[in-house]
């Protein structure tokens, strides 16, 4: 049997039923509100000479540029709280007329799916007059007020959402409205957010701001399991929290013995895709359904298609795989094949502890996990989770587990290292013999031992060190894009949003040879390194680019006779007149006709 990509050949394949209903087409979405805590402190400018209520904006319009892009079913909206309505009364008419806004909460942006129009008004206000924003600010404190507003307008949208997060923005951590009853209601109207299922993220502005003062507990009140962590997201993060958030891989069972614990395995964050090809018709432009299918590898004659030759398509229950064992074949059916993978209960078994190596695991094949406390474990089972996290740190040790993720995927072992930071564990998976590279042959030269002491000497050793240090870098994963995802993401958003062509941004993976040459400028590095290190290094001589003056260019243009030139020769005369230089010989001596045709 074979699978043909394109078959010139008739393919019989059976019609679809539809029993009842016709199919109903199922969206996954999203539903993201900002809140922003109007206070005088939002128009407090930064180090950057820039004020956080423009920064709020800011990652707002972009969190909504990402999810334009990405053609997505998401839903989004903004809110402003502690506002003096009155002054934009009829600039903001209220967002539903059977529910009014409450007195000091304005609904800047309705809560409703993305669309460029959104992203236009939100751009148009950050571009705006700041001094008439400045005007809104009031002293009568409505945060409790602000999220019962929150928890109707998700109850007010009859749609099913994957995930439903209010992101609360704020420069105060520890409000002080005129009225003390305020304190009470926001800690009972946080706890609204609970019986909704709704996760409430609190976001705090300014270096100074105090997470533990009054909003630690307000977001336990909420159920948000981000409150018992210990490192909080900032603004800066917010974006990439949301348009690459991470994912729940699994939802687990930690079994030590007799002993149960709810455990949620998670990836650090979803990495972008790339776009990918679609097929689409060239007469009516539309996308067209790819199909795949097993044919038989004879053709057989139909009589009804006067002797058109016709291939049949194979059911693929009927496939089975086949595999040598004693020089005989034994076939198995799909569904042995995996059954043979199923030898483990799903969750993660502990099977023993090593000491926890200075380094972390080198013998990595695939990115590592994050192993936490799942939200709904019970106390007794958080407080034994957090007591083996802090006794494996002191006495540094590292777990080897057994891991089945799925019922139908074959168990794995890998390391479970403790991370205090994140109350959880690093899970590294540990390889088979056969996925780890033997290199030893490799580097069998670069051993050395009493027998055959290393050709160290100090002065080189001393460079190299050197050059190590002027040469390192701060690694961030933000600093570096993937150049591809990056220029196809504005080619997107210059779609989505109607916007003009935008100029391509810098290749970040690149370094910077201005960079490198001021670094190895400094203390004469660079003539040192090259005479002590690379003074037996034949150097290649550098190829020589020829220039063209203009009273060359002029000669060839004059002559006419491109073809008799060389490559170089063109490459240098197109250069001079600012043409491109890619392509072949004959598209060299097309430019240069059409130069000449045009301008002389």
Not at 442 to 456: H, L, Q, S
Request: aromatic share 10%; net charge negative; charged share 30%.
């Amino acid at each position: 049997m074979t699978a043909p990509t394109q078959p010139k050949s008739q393919l019989k394949l059976p019609e679809p039923h539809h029993y009842g209903n016709e199919p109903i087409e199922f969206s996954f979405r999203v539903g993201n509100l900002f809140i922003l805590d109007f206070t005088p402190k939002m128009f407090t400018k930064n180090e950057f000479d820039v004020t956080y209520f423009h920064q709020c904006l800011d990652t707002y319009l972009s969190v909504l540029k990402k999810k334009l892009s990405a053609n997505s079913e998401d839903w989004m909206g903004l809110i402003l709280c502690n506002v003096n309505k009155d002054l934009v009364a009829d600039e903001y008419p209220p967002d539903d007329e059977n529910d009014p806004e409450p007195k000091n909460v304005l609904t800047l942006q309705k809560f409703q799916p993305v669309k460029r129009e959104m992203y236009m008004d939100i751009a148009k206000i950050r571009n705006g007059d700041i001094d008439h924003f400045k005007q809104l600010c009031s002293d009568d404190y409505s945060i409790s007020e602000a999220f019962l507003h929150a928890t109707r307008t998700y109850n007010r949208v009859k749609k099913i959402m994957a995930s439903r997060k209010v992101y609360f923005l704020t420069c105060e951590d520890n409000p002080e409205p005129s009225e003390p009853q305020e304190l009470h209601s926001i800690r009972i109207n946080a706890k609204g957010f609970k019986d909704l299922a709704i996760r409430l993220h609190v976001i705090g502005l300014g270096d100074q701001w105090n997470y533990d003062l009054f909003f630690k507990e307000i977001e336990e009140i909420s159920e948000n399991l981000a409150a018992r962590q210990f490192r909080r997201v900032d603004l800066n993060e917010l974006e990439d929290n949301i348009t690459h958030k991470s994912f729940v891989a699994a939802n687990l069972r930690l079994r030590i013995q007799s002993l149960k614990i709810k455990v949620t395995i998670q990836a650090f964050s979803r990495p972008p895709r790339p776009m990918t090809k679609i097929t689409a018709s060239k007469a009516t432009n539309e996308p067209l359904d790819k199909y795949t299918w097993w044919t038989f590898d004879d053709m057989f004659d139909d009589e009804e298609n006067d002797g058109e030759e016709v291939r049949f398509a194979q059911n693929p229950y009927e496939i089975k795989r086949a595999q040598n064992y004693g020089g005989r074949k034994i076939l198995f059916t799909p569904e042995e094949v995996r059954g043979l993978r199923h030898v483990h209960e799903q969750g993660i078994d502990f099977l023993g502890f090593k000491p926890m190596p200075d380094r972390g695991p080198m013998e990595q094949i695939s990115n590592p996990y994050f192993l936490g406390c799942h939200s709904q474990a019970s106390k007794g089972q958080i407080e034994f989770f957090a007591v083996l996290l802090s006794k494996m740190i002191e006495k540094k040790l590292m777990a080897v587990c057994c891991i089945t993720t799925r019922k139908l995927a074959p168990p794995r072992l890998a390391y479970l290292i403790p991370y205090v930071e994140y109350g959880g564990f690093y899970l590294f998976r540990i390889p088979f013999k056969h996925e780890a590279r033997d290199i030893d042959e490799v580097t069998d030269k670069y051993f050395f031992d009493d027998e055959n002491p290393a050709p160290i000497n100090e002065e080189k050793l001393g460079l190299m060190k050197n050059l190590v240090k002027k040469l390192s870098v701060k690694y961030d994963v933000t600093m570096f894009q993937n150049p591809k995802s990056q220029r196809q993401q504005i080619v997107l958003e210059n779609l989505a949003l109607d916007l003009p062509p935008q100029e391509l941004p810098a290749d970040t993976t690149v370094p910077s040879m201005e960079d490198i040459t001021d670094r190895l400028s400094q203390g004469n590095l660079y003539d040192r390194l090259q005479n002590v290190i690379c003074t037996n290094v034949p150097l290649a001589p550098s190829a020589k680019v020829i220039r063209a003056d203009d009273e060359y260019v002029k000669e060839v243009l004059e002559a006419g006779d491109f073809a008799r030139l060389t490559n170089d020769k063109l490459k240098a005369v197109l250069r001079a007149l600012n043409l491109s230089i890619q392509g072949k010989k004959q598209d060299f001596v097309n430019r240069l006709e059409e130069y000449k045709a045009t301008n002389l």
